[in-house]
């Protein structure tokens, strides 16, 4: 498939879900990436931790573009427009910060990359929206005031289109909750992709609880 931003965005609030995942293994990351896009969700978030995750995201977005070129790859936690150059430069078709840094703003619309900054007040909302950035990481979800906030949010700026992460939940309750508030999508880590099914090696697992709550969104969707 194309990665082009627009093409990004529509995919990311089709799936509904975000996977947000990292491993230092790239074989096991290979697997979980592909037992995400299995499930229903391609467009996966690798996050930026540890030594040398430039150089890891590299070897595994270039496997995937040769072996499976309908996943889109991005990059989460970063913080600097330094290291999002890096990470574009590897392959990333989208970035994800934990707070709103222009300076990447800037870098990622150089490129025509999607950007999803870290916001926790209208405020922060509001300096994305002038950025350019379509839509906006409510972090730490939860912490900042939840659904609600989402339903305050969309009063008075209906045109906010927001993806939390931290305290959405991988089942239908909690799925309905935060996407009756208004939500496009939801980041989910290691509720979503559990360190048990991980060191078990059970791609399976991660398959099926993808593909859960992909089709909890799609169900809330279609009421």
Same mark, same amino acid.
Request: hydrophobic residues 40%; contains cysteine; charged residues 20%.
């Given at each position: 498939m194309p990665h082009d931003r627009l093409t990004v965005l529509t995919a990311l609030e089709t799936q509904g879900i975000a996977p947000v995942f990292y491993h230092p293994d790239p074989e096991v990351c290979l697997n979980v990436i592909r037992a995400c896009a299995r499930g229903g969700a391609p467009v996966v978030e690798f996050t930026n931790r540890g030594d040398f995750a430039c150089d890891l995201f590299g070897e !595994?977005?270039? *496997?995937?573009?040769?072996? =499976?070129? *309908? !996943? #889109?790859? &991005? !990059? /989460?936690? #970063? #913080? =600097? %427009? /330094? +290291?999002?150059?890096? $990470?574009?430069?590897?392959g990333a078709r989208f970035v994800v910060s934990p707070c709103l840094v222009e300076e990447v703003a800037r870098v990622c619309n150089r490129r025509m990359t %999607?950007? $999803?900054? &870290?916001? &926790?007040? #209208? +405020? *922060?909302? /509001?300096? %994305?929206?002038e950025l350019g950035c379509e839509i906006v990481k409510l972090f730490p979800g939860a912490s900042v005031g939840g659904p609600d906030f989402v339903k305050a949010i969309l009063g008075p700026m209906p045109w906010t289109k927001i993806m939390p992460t931290g305290g959405v939940e991988p089942d239908a309750a909690s799925i309905a909750k935060w996407f009756g508030s208004g939500i496009v999508a939801a980041g989910m880590g290691s509720r979503l992709i559990t360190d048990g099914a991980v060191k078990a090696r059970d791609w399976a697992a991660i398959e099926d609880s993808v593909g859960s709550a992909v089709e909890a969104v799609r169900a809330f969707r279609a009421r």
């Open positions: !595994i977005a270039r *496997e995937l573009q040769r072996t =499976d070129p *309908e !996943i #889109v790859l &991005g !990059i /989460g936690s #970063v #913080v =600097d %427009a /330094g +290291t999002a150059s890096l $990470f574009l430069n590897r %999607a950007y $999803f900054p &870290g916001c &926790g007040s #209208v +405020t *922060e909302i /509001g300096r %994305a929206h």
